[in-house]
């Protein structure tokens, strides 16, 4: 997801074209000189900026020409982020919960050497957290539903946004709840 003024910018400087989904189930893509031969027919309904003698619609779907943009292949270890792989289940009772009612719990506790990293680190419920405490799995019988890991990114990606801001993202968002922008 980037700005309005990012994607025009990148469209400029032909790093990248639009894809225009106006045509039923087709999609076509436009460099800055046939997109703007195309803002001529904006409808009121259509987000455009205009200039003195021009108008201009902002596009809502690019496409990029270079890929060393895209997010690093690496996903940052952090809290949301764990809860992103885990689908904002807890890992012990498998219920989904909102993220204030969520933990992070440590399989291997960190007074057992646990460490705090991808592979050891999941997403709990508070009762389940307060539950195991800082016991074993096999001490307290509670092992996580999946072997943690370090999650990689999808090339698609969710968004938690609903309504979508523009419906012509759901041609390209993964829709389904449960499937998270992270993945194994
Ligand atoms: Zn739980």
């Given at each position: 997801?980037?700005?309005?003024?990012?994607?025009?910018?990148?469209?400029?400087?032909?790093?990248?074209?639009?894809?225009?989904?106006?045509?039923?189930?087709?999609?076509?893509?436009?460099?800055?000189?046939?997109?703007?031969?195309?803002?001529?027919?904006?409808?009121?309904?259509?987000?455009?900026?205009?200039?003195?003698?021009?108008?201009?619609?902002?596009?809502?779907?690019?496409?990029?020409?270079?890929?060393?943009?895209?997010?690093?292949?690496?996903?940052k270890f952090t809290r949301e982020n764990i809860y992103r792989r885990d689908?904002?289940?807890?890992?012990?009772?498998?219920?989904?919960?909102?993220t204030?009612?969520l933990n992070l719990?440590?399989?291997?506790?960190?007074?057992?050497?646990?460490?705090t990293?991808?592979?050891?680190v999941v997403t709990?419920?508070?009762?389940?957290?307060?539950?195991?405490?800082?016991?074993?799995?096999?001490?307290?019988?509670?092992?996580?539903?999946?072997?943690?890991?370090?999650?990689?990114?999808?090339?698609?990606?969710?968004?938690?946004?609903?309504?979508?801001?523009?419906?012509?993202?759901?041609?390209?968002?993964?829709?389904?709840?449960?499937?998270?922008?992270?993945?194994?």
């Amino acid at each position: 997801m980037c700005s309005a003024r990012r994607a025009i910018t990148l469209l400029f400087l032909g790093h990248a074209h639009v894809v225009g989904t106006d045509e039923d189930d087709q999609y076509f893509t436009h460099d800055v000189e046939s997109w703007i031969d195309r803002s001529t027919f904006a409808n009121p309904e259509m987000t455009i900026v205009r200039s003195v003698s021009n108008q201009f619609r902002i596009p809502e779907i690019i496409v990029l020409s270079l890929f060393d943009r895209l997010p690093k292949k690496q996903v940052k270890f952090t809290r949301e982020n764990i809860y992103r792989r885990d689908a904002y289940r807890c890992q012990y009772c498998e219920n989904r919960f909102e993220t204030k009612d969520l933990n992070l719990d440590h399989v291997i506790p960190r007074d057992k050497k646990g460490r705090t990293s991808w592979d050891n680190v999941v997403t709990s419920c508070i009762p389940c957290n307060t539950r195991k405490a800082n016991k074993l799995p096999e001490q307290a019988h509670m092992f996580p539903r999946r072997q943690p890991k370090a999650p990689s990114w999808r090339p698609l990606f969710s968004t938690t946004q609903r309504p979508l801001p523009c419906v012509s993202w759901g041609h390209f968002i993964d829709l389904n709840e449960s499937d998270v922008a992270l993945t194994e």
